[in-house]
């Protein structure tokens, strides 16, 4: 267990390690801050002089250095578009993202593995067919599509939420669904093919014959083991909603959270903002991930963590 | 529960049936026999036969595609087949009709410990507390011969040998003091040494506490050595029922009587092992006359037109009971 630990703690200081690379490459990739930061009217004197003071006229592999120096004090420099340490910017927006992918897991969780239980009841049935159709919908709309026609039915059609401000709560609904919709689809389909495997399985049948009735067999007997390959497959939706669909669904609800916040940071060459932002999902990342294979190997006794 | 008297299980007229794509297979096709309290009665057949079928079908085990298409089956007297018998099969299962299966591997959950896995039955059936259930869990293991029962109930069944699974199995079947054990190969997947252990076990187990066992097996040896009586099935049918002391001296059927030329045999020298030509019946369309027919070497014309149902015979003053228009006949032996 130990070993284990630091083993996949190492493993994961070299992937937030790359993505700190990586984020310094793209960054700088994208075009010239300057530009965003001081108004069109200014003179390339102004321009230049800016340049300096900020550093960008330093050969690269110089940046780099400082950067990767900063990085290890986790010393990120000041956000060129909120005028704040750029750390506490992202510590301040993170809450928010938090809840809403929080929020989000949580709905997939409670609505995918019922379904995909119900499905895989009678496979190929009236109901079966109905799930399995509705969760290929849900899986294959996108996003920023699925968020549209969420503001268009229930904000504008049937005003059931507020366009502005209101309670946090009920200003959660929309994009906690939005962000979570593919994920139940996806996740369902695996609780049901799962669950269909086990169901046939022989220790299925035993448990049958030493009289268990059929509501404990199916769940516990044969959840349990439909656990292991949802909770891989439950973990990587989790990383990608935190790293990737708060993005989009942030930015169609103007929900202020990082991603909103990231996406704003970009547009406006924030580099400092953008690094720190990275830096810390990426961390994140490693830590779920390291979460996720603890909770499989207290689901299945085979696996073996070293 | 009340004394009565008569056979402990009674299975008439049985019929078993898969529907596929391809159309309704006869697993099972009229089936009939009875068990007494403490007997061992032996069923063999090759594979396909419907043995595992027959099995499956007394405790209400056989899900779609297949289904139970006629007959009955009675346990003490109450109905296992048909209208209501789910509420009978709730408390017969596992608790006084218990079963072990053929492949020890697959037959426990992964994932629980097998604590855990007998412990359930008894806290279902016996009602038992945690703490009861435990410590009767370790009693029972003690009793199928597991060594260190108090560790062990805490593994998993990834950490057992085959044998050793088994024998869990086989703890968990008799958690409840069943009146019937039903064996379904249950040493075909195990080695050969290890397989006479678990045929002990079970022997000794069936002194001790007193129960009869069904055990199904294609394995005429296994048979000799532990059962009293013996049903032959073939092609989804009983052919012959005798007592074990009957079959292996004269076998009536000629099926049979082909089973106990391809066995090697301890008291007897044999000039070879014989095997029966030819396949098993498809159970799609079986024929119209006996299912042995085209692979037997006495089969006459009436045996390919009309189907030769169980019969009593009398052969050397003994009452037999063989499904052959030419029962004991003499080329047979």
């Given at each position: 267990m130990a070993t284990f630990l630091v083993r996949r703690l190492l493993q994961?200081?070299?992937?937030?390690?790359?993505?700190?690379?990586?984020?310094?490459?793209?960054?700088?990739?994208?075009?010239?801050?300057?530009?965003?930061?001081?108004?069109?009217?200014?003179?390339?004197?102004?321009?230049e002089n800016l340049r300096v003071e900020l550093g960008f006229?330093?050969?690269?592999?110089?940046?780099?250095?400082?950067?990767?120096?900063?990085?290890?004090?986790?010393?990120?420099?000041?956000?060129?578009?909120?005028?704040?340490?750029?750390l506490t910017v992202v510590f301040d927006y993170l809450p928010k993202t938090l809840q809403l992918v929080g929020f989000g897991m949580l709905i997939s969780l409670v609505t995918s593995v019922p379904l995909g239980v119900l499905a895989s009841r009678k496979p190929g049935g009236r109901l079966d067919k109905i799930l399995t159709t509705a969760s290929l919908t849900g899986l294959s709309m996108p996003q920023f599509f699925l968020g549209q026609v969420l503001v268009a039915v229930f904000i504008t059609r049937l005003t059931w939420f507020d366009p502005g401000p209101g309670p946090w709560h009920k200003n959660l609904v929309l994009p906690a669904i939005c962000m979570a919709l593919p994920a139940v689809g996806r996740l369902a389909m695996t609780v049901r093919s799962a669950m269909i495997e086990e169901l046939n399985s022989q220790y299925v049948k035993v448990a049958r014959a030493k009289g268990m009735p059929a509501r404990r067999v199916s769940g516990v007997h044969a959840l349990r083991n439909a656990g292991i390959p949802f909770v891989t497959l439950y973990g990587w939706e989790l990383i990608r909603a935190l790293a990737g669909y708060t993005v989009v669904v942030e930015t169609v609800f103007a929900w202020p959270g990082l991603g909103f916040v990231l996406i704003q940071g970009i547009k406006e060459r924030d580099f400092y903002l953008v690094q720190a932002s990275v830096f810390v999902v990426a961390v994140l990342v490693v830590v779920i991930s390291i979460v996720i294979d603890l909770v499989y190997k207290a689901l299945d006794p085979r696996v073996q963590l070293s | 529960m009340t004394e009565r008297s008569g056979p402990l299980l009674e299975v008439d007229h049985l019929r078993v049936e898969f529907f596929t794509r391809r159309g309704q297979v006869q697993a099972v096709r009229d089936v009939s026999f009875h068990i007494e309290p403490g007997e061992t009665?032996?069923?063999?057949?090759?594979?396909?036969?419907?043995?595992?079928?027959?099995?499956?079908?007394?405790?209400?085990?056989?899900?779609?595609?297949?289904?139970?298409?006629?007959?009955?089956?009675?346990?003490?007297?109450?109905?296992?087949?048909?209208?209501?018998?789910?509420?009978?099969?709730?408390?017969v299962r596992g608790n006084e009709i218990a079963m072990v299966f053929q492949d020890p591997m697959t037959s426990l959950n992964p994932t629980f410990t097998i604590g855990f896995q007998i412990a359930e039955v008894l806290r279902r059936h016996m009602g038992m507390s945690r703490g009861d259930a435990k410590r009767r869990v370790i009693e029972l293991l003690d009793l199928v011969g597991i060594a260190n029962p108090t560790q062990r109930v805490k593994q998993h069944p990834h950490e057992m040998s085959?044998?050793?699974?088994?024998?869990?199995?086989?703890?968990?079947?008799?958690?409840c003091e069943p009146q019937l054990l039903i064996a379904d190969e249950p040493t075909t997947a195990l080695d050969v040494t290890i397989q006479a252990q678990i045929l002990e076990l079970i022997a000794e187990l069936q002194q001790e506490l007193g129960l009869a066992v069904i055990l199904i097996t294609h394995d005429l040896g296994v048979v000799a050595g532990v059962c009293d009586r013996v049903c032959v099935m073939y092609a989804g049918r009983i052919v012959e029922q005798a007592t074990a002391v009957e079959l292996y001296g004269t076998p009536g059927h000629p099926y049979s009587a082909g089973l106990l030329r391809a066995t090697p045999r301890l008291d007897e020298v044999l000039p070879r092992l014989v095997s029966?030509?030819?396949?098993?019946?498809?159970?799609?369309?079986?024929?119209?006359?006996?299912?042995?027919a085209a692979r037997c070497p006495l089969a006459i014309d009436r045996c390919v037109s009309e189907s030769p149902t169980i019969t009593l015979h009398q052969h050397e003053g003994k009452d037999r009971h063989v499904a052959c228009w030419r029962a004991f006949d003499d080329v047979l032996l």
């Open positions: 994961g200081v070299i992937v937030v390690v790359a993505a700190a690379i990586f984020v310094f490459v793209a960054t700088r990739a994208v075009g010239d801050p300057v530009d965003f930061i001081l108004p069109l009217s200014a003179s390339e004197e102004q321009r006229d330093r050969p690269m592999s110089e940046q780099f250095v400082d950067y990767a120096g900063d990085v290890a004090r986790l010393d990120f420099g000041e956000s060129t578009y909120l005028n704040d340490d750029a | 009665l032996g069923i063999v057949g090759e594979s396909g036969s419907g043995k595992s079928v027959t099995a499956q079908a007394l405790l209400g085990l056989i899900e779609l595609p297949g289904k139970i298409t006629g007959g009955d089956v009675r346990w003490r007297g109450e109905s296992l087949v048909g209208e209501g018998c789910e509420k009978v099969l709730d408390r085959g044998g050793m699974r088994q024998r869990v199995l086989i703890a968990m079947a008799l958690a029966i030509d030819g396949a098993p019946p498809d159970l799609l369309k079986p024929p119209a006359g006996c299912g042995f």
